[in-house]
């Protein structure tokens, strides 16, 4: 750890205190401030801000271990502040000069308030930082000369952080199951599901999953430049001379293929979290519905008794005076009144059996009508499609746009097998293992030949 030997003992104790929730919102308070100011705050202003701050609002703070009785008599905001400067998550620079006493924060404490502003923030999402700093540092690679190693470890070290990130998200889905189960009122469920998962998850954290405009907008030029630039001898060669023989060929190759194989991850997290998703509103509709008949269903009632005999004290005389008025076994109740509506009886199986229908015995003719061929197109349709694709010698070579429709794919097809026959004006040549394929249709790479041109 690189300050391990500069934060003090006492730098901990905010973990330990009963007032930590105050202090860490009056770091977060100053730090703002402190970022605004240019990094410089006197003590007045730190007093004068935390007392506008936490004049707004009612606290109530807890004597600390180290505090004396006249620290406690002390403003809230002075007492914040004092209590801050002794276990140094702040410090005082005095400037004598001006005679002005500054308050700084330290490098290690910096580190540990941006981690709780990481936590509170709402701000734009790592995942689209991440992304974007991807995107840019490799589009820099591909088209700026000076370009060097050191981007692209960076590209390597933003596709280590959005998995990373994406990963943290995937396991913070898991805390939405558990709330399911704890809301007992259709209303109270619909609004947590409202209000918190779709509100502040899907549409501030987990908005990839449903957007185009985070990932995938990226993802293809990224991909496309890696595999470019896999491909591209010279640009390996000139990027390997910029950093005068501090790097090889191969460690180039290895960091584009872990940027690669990073995004390839990337996907299949994108595909599991889009997978929970589906998992938690599927289980929220069921627990929605549950509630919602819970007391018209003969399921539902029958949950909701168990429920009740289970909280109760004296469980054995609850379920003694159950069994007086109903039978669990059975589902009905000792009364007139059932609490399912019986189903009829099921036929026989055999009854249900229809006679099979007797067929005639088709005649010769009759089996002959049935199996005539009966062509979509004419001789005349299939030579025309194919004189609209002959060259300068007379041939038809299959490319890409000679099918471009359902229609044109059969005329191939029956143009190879009018090919075949003798009266045919063409002949046919394959070309065995050759297939074109057009985006929509995959088909044999053939030339029609026509006859007499030979």
Same mark, same amino acid.
């Given at each position: 750890?690189?300050?391990?030997?500069?934060?003090?003992?006492?730098?901990?104790?905010?973990?330990?205190?009963?007032?930590?929730?105050?202090? #860490?919102?009056?770091?977060?308070? /100053?730090?703002?401030?402190?970022?605004?100011?240019?990094?410089?705050?006197?003590?007045?202003?730190?007093? *004068?801000?935390?007392?506008?701050?936490?004049?707004?609002?009612?606290?109530?703070?807890?004597?600390?271990?180290?505090?004396?009785?006249?620290?406690?008599?002390? @403003?809230?905001?002075?007492?914040?502040?004092?209590?801050?400067?002794?276990?140094?998550?702040? %410090?005082?620079?005095?400037?004598?000069?001006?005679?002005?006493?500054? #308050?700084? /924060?330290?490098?290690?404490?910096?580190? &540990?308030?941006?981690?709780?502003?990481?936590?509170?923030?709402?701000?734009?999402?790592?995942?689209?930082?991440?992304?974007?700093? +991807?995107?840019?540092?490799?589009?820099?690679?591909?088209?700026?000369?000076?370009?060097?190693?050191?981007?692209?470890?960076?590209?390597? +070290?933003?596709?280590?952080?959005?998995?990373?990130? $994406?990963?943290?998200?995937?396991?913070?889905?898991?805390?939405?199951?558990?709330?399911?189960?704890?809301? !007992? &009122?259709?209303?109270?469920?619909?609004?947590?599901?409202?209000?918190?998962?779709?509100?502040? /998850?899907?549409?501030?954290?987990?908005?990839?999953?449903? @957007?185009?405009?985070?990932?995938?907008?990226?993802?293809?030029?990224?991909?496309?430049?890696?595999?470019?630039?896999?491909?591209?001898?010279?640009?390996?060669?000139?990027?390997?001379?910029?950093?005068?023989?501090?790097? @090889?060929?191969?460690?180039? #190759?290895?960091?584009?293929? *872990?940027?690669?194989?990073?995004?390839?991850?990337?996907?299949?997290? #994108?595909?599991?979290?889009?997978?929970?998703?589906?998992?938690?509103?599927?289980?929220?509709?069921?627990?929605?519905?549950?509630?919602?008949?819970?007391?018209?269903?003969?399921?539902?009632?029958?949950?909701?008794?168990?429920?009740?005999?289970?909280?109760?004290?004296?469980?054995?005389?609850?379920?003694?005076?159950?069994?007086?008025?109903?039978?669990?076994?059975?589902?009905?109740?000792?009364?007139?009144?059932?609490?399912?509506? %019986?189903?009829?009886?099921?036929?026989?199986?055999?009854?249900?059996?229809?006679?099979?229908?007797?067929?005639?015995? $088709?005649?010769?003719?009759?089996?002959?009508?049935?199996?005539?061929?009966?062509?979509?197109?004419?001789?005349?349709? /299939?030579?025309?499609?194919?004189?609209?694709?002959?060259?300068?010698?007379?041939?038809?070579?299959?490319?890409?746009?000679?099918?471009?429709?359902?229609? !044109? &794919?059969?005329? $191939?097809?029956?143009?190879?097998?009018?090919?075949?026959? %003798?009266?045919?004006?063409?002949? +046919?040549?394959?070309?065995?293992?050759?297939?074109?394929?057009?985006?929509?249709?995959?088909?044999?790479?053939?030339?029609?030949?026509?006859?007499? @041109?030979?």
């Amino acid at each position: 750890m690189e300050y391990q030997y500069e934060i003090p003992d006492s730098f901990y104790s905010l973990f330990r205190s009963p007032n930590r929730d105050t202090y #860490i919102e009056a770091l977060l308070i /100053i730090n703002e401030e402190y970022e605004y100011q240019s990094y410089f705050l006197s003590r007045e202003a730190c007093v *004068r801000i935390l007392s506008e701050y936490f004049s707004q609002k009612k606290i109530r703070m807890e004597r600390e271990e180290n505090e004396t009785e006249l620290d406690i008599l002390e @403003t809230p905001a002075n007492r914040i502040l004092n209590w801050l400067l002794k276990s140094q998550w702040l %410090k005082k620079l005095e400037d004598y000069y001006a005679q002005v006493t500054n #308050i700084i /924060i330290p490098d290690y404490a910096a580190i &540990f308030i941006e981690a709780f502003e990481k936590l509170t923030s709402e701000d734009m999402d790592d995942t689209e930082i991440y992304i974007q700093n +991807v995107y840019a540092i490799l589009f820099s690679l591909k088209n700026d000369g000076r370009a060097n190693m050191g981007l692209l470890k960076t590209a390597l +070290v933003n596709t280590r952080k959005l998995n990373k990130s $994406l990963q943290d998200m995937l396991h913070n889905m898991d805390k939405f199951f558990s709330s399911l189960l704890e809301k !007992d &009122f259709y209303g109270d469920l619909l609004k947590d599901h409202l209000e918190g998962y779709v509100e502040e /998850i899907i549409r501030k954290k987990y908005h990839i999953l449903k @957007t185009s405009d985070n990932f995938y907008i990226y993802k293809t030029d990224i991909k496309q430049w890696l595999r470019e630039m896999q491909n591209d001898y010279d640009w390996i060669m000139a990027m390997k001379n910029r950093e005068q023989g501090n790097v @090889t060929e191969q460690e180039i #190759i290895e960091t584009l293929e *872990r940027i690669d194989h990073g995004f390839d991850d990337i996907e299949r997290r #994108i595909a599991n979290m889009d997978k929970e998703h589906m998992k938690y509103v599927k289980a929220t509709v069921v627990r929605l519905n549950y509630l919602l008949d819970g007391e018209d269903s003969m399921k539902g009632m029958i949950i909701q008794l168990l429920n009740e005999i289970a909280s109760h004290e004296q469980q054995e005389t609850m379920l003694a005076q159950t069994a007086q008025h109903m039978n669990l076994a059975n589902f009905e109740t000792l009364t007139e009144k059932s609490l399912y509506r %019986k189903r009829a009886p099921r036929k026989n199986f055999i009854e249900n059996l229809q006679p099979e229908e007797e067929h005639e015995e $088709l005649s010769k003719e009759e089996i002959l009508r049935l199996n005539q061929i009966h062509r979509r197109y004419s001789k005349r349709q /299939i030579e025309e499609f194919l004189e609209m694709h002959v060259d300068m010698d007379g041939n038809v070579k299959v490319n890409e746009n000679t099918v471009k429709s359902d229609e !044109d &794919f059969e005329k $191939l097809i029956l143009a190879y097998d009018y090919a075949g026959k %003798k009266n045919s004006r063409f002949m +046919v040549n394959v070309k065995e293992e050759e297939v074109v394929d057009n985006g929509t249709y995959v088909y044999p790479k053939l030339t029609f030949i026509k006859k007499g @041109t030979i």
